[in-house]
């Protein structure tokens, strides 16, 4: 006891001290927490279907709401990439009047998802567009990749998420389509960010030519 009193003021500092590392640490925790749930959640996946004739499904499982500004679907081949932006689509069963276009951008709610058509379709909208056949990459081991750009909560910076899938033409009559990967390549550090932001302007200047 004569030592413990000797040292009071001591071992009381010390005790603050562990005190003071014990709040911190679970500071960080709360804060980790916090941040994880903030952070935007976007998925890209296959529904109906594991082929081609799979609908291409994006969802939000943010806590929050999203706005889908883009949808770009890139053709990786050995030659080169072909990109198209695919947020707006021509209403299947009425092909032949404008007034058949319709856009997927807009908002998405926490845990809702949208269909943007079958990776079928998608995948002839950017041959259409681009004027290629597919006999023409067939032989490529092609790749397609779907990527989404969108605004989050009252951030300024885009998000995005993206995902790979590989592609076999040849495959008949179910035409192989394979993730790359097992989940949705998130797109939320500054980093990414930045590149999801080139990918948006890039789209507006080849609309603006």
Same mark, same amino acid.
């Given at each position: 006891?004569?030592w413990?009193?000797?040292?009071a ?5 010390i005790?603050?001290?562990l ?5 911190v640490f679970?500071?960080?925790?709360? @804060?980790?927490g @916090? ?5 935007p959640r976007?998925?890209?996946n296959?529904?109906k279907?594991?082929?081609l004739?799979?609908?291409?499904l994006?969802?939000?499982m943010?806590n929050?709401a999203i706005?889908i500004q883009?949808?770009v ?8 990439d @072909?990109?198209l932006?695919i947020v707006?689509?021509?209403q ?5 009047h404008?007034a058949?276009?319709?856009?997927h951008?807009? +908002? ?11 990776f079928? =379709?998608i995948?002839?909208r950017?041959l ?8 023409t990459?067939?032989?490529q081991k092609p ?9 989050y909560?009252?951030?300024?910076m +885009?998000?995005?998420?993206a ?5 076999d033409?040849?495959?008949?009559p179910a035409?192989q389509?394979n993730?790359?990967?097992v989940d ?6 500054r =980093?990414?960010r ?6 948006a302007?890039n ?7």
């Amino acid at each position: 006891m004569g030592w413990l009193n000797e040292h009071a003021q001591a071992i009381s500092a010390i005790a603050s001290v562990l005190t003071l590392f014990v709040w911190v640490f679970y500071a960080q925790l709360l @804060y980790n927490g @916090y941040v994880r749930q903030r952070r935007p959640r976007i998925i890209i996946n296959r529904g109906k279907g594991v082929g081609l004739e799979a609908l291409c499904l994006i969802s939000n499982m943010s806590n929050e709401a999203i706005y889908i500004q883009h949808l770009v679907a890139v053709l990786h081949a050995q030659e080169r990439d @072909y990109e198209l932006d695919i947020v707006e689509y021509q209403q299947q069963g009425d092909e032949e009047h404008e007034a058949a276009f319709r856009t997927h951008q807009g +908002p998405l709610n926490s845990g809702d998802y949208i269909h943007i058509q079958s990776f079928d =379709r998608i995948l002839k909208r950017l041959l259409q567009h681009w004027g290629l056949k597919e006999d023409t990459i067939k032989q490529q081991k092609p790749q397609l990749e779907i990527r989404v750009i969108a605004i989050y909560g009252s951030e300024d910076m +885009p998000v995005g998420a993206a995902r790979h899938f590989h592609l076999d033409i040849s495959a008949e009559p179910a035409r192989q389509l394979n993730p790359c990967d097992v989940d949705t390549h998130r797109m939320n550090s500054r =980093r990414d960010r930045k590149r999801v932001l080139s990918w948006a302007q890039n789209i507006e200047i080849h609309k603006s030519d």
